[in-house]
């Protein structure tokens, strides 16, 4: 072989160690995601209100009235919908999951709307937002191609007619309620975000005092 063929032939050729590397960062990236969107959120927050702080108004004025309102929304939204998921057990296809397949993950934004409102910082906006797209565009993804695997025909119909994200209201003549059990949402752990909430909102008003 000439030597120029082998060159190029040598450089296209992927390094086994060097891929397995590259495999095993991402994954460790992807099942840490959550977590280092947490610490980074946090981050933020002490940014925001002890290094460089802001004025936020009093959360029984109107706008902090209407986004702590707003955050329980969200909060309310993933619990109702934590409360009849058992995951890879069955397909979740009423309730709340007949206007969206990710009402858990739409309550997240609701509640991330919330604070917001209160807050009203550019910087703390912009910066959330993006921590929530990079964290959950992918989880939805991943999630939604293990369902097709697991659920086959039964997934395809629920994806034609649901709506990804955003709740389709116009279909709430498919909304059949189910029971709603408080066992299932502890299991889920859905107590966490309505203590992390609690600790938010607590926070902003005491720091806006």
Known sequence: MPNWQRCCTTSTTHHPYL?????????????HRVRIAQVI??????Y?????????APLEEAKGLLGSLIAALGVL??????????????????????????????GSFVALLGINIIIWDP??????LLL???TYI?????EEKSLAGQFGDNWQTFKKNTPRFFPAFWRLHAYREIEWS???????????????LIIIIGLLAWYAN
Do not use: C
Not at 19 to 31: E, W
Not at 41 to 46: A, D, G, H, P, S
Not at 79 to 84: H, T
């Open 19 to 31: 891929d397995n590397r590259h495999m095993k960062n991402r994954n460790l990236l992807g099942k």
């Open 41 to 46: 959120f946090w981050t933020l927050f002490v």
């Open 48 to 56: 925001t209100f002890v290094i460089s702080p802001i004025e936020i």
């Open 77 to 106: 939204i993933r619990s109702l919908s934590a409360g009849y998921i058992s995951k890879n057990t069955y397909l979740a296809s009423r309730g709340l999951y007949a206007l969206t397949r990710n009402p858990l993950y739409f």
């Open 123 to 128: 910087l703390f906006a912009a910066v959330s």
């Open 132 to 134: 929530y797209a990079i």
């Open 138 to 142: 992918p989880t939805i993804r991943g």
């Open 182 to 196: 408080f066992e299932q949402w502890k299991h889920n752990r859905e107590y966490n975000a309505v203590i992390a």
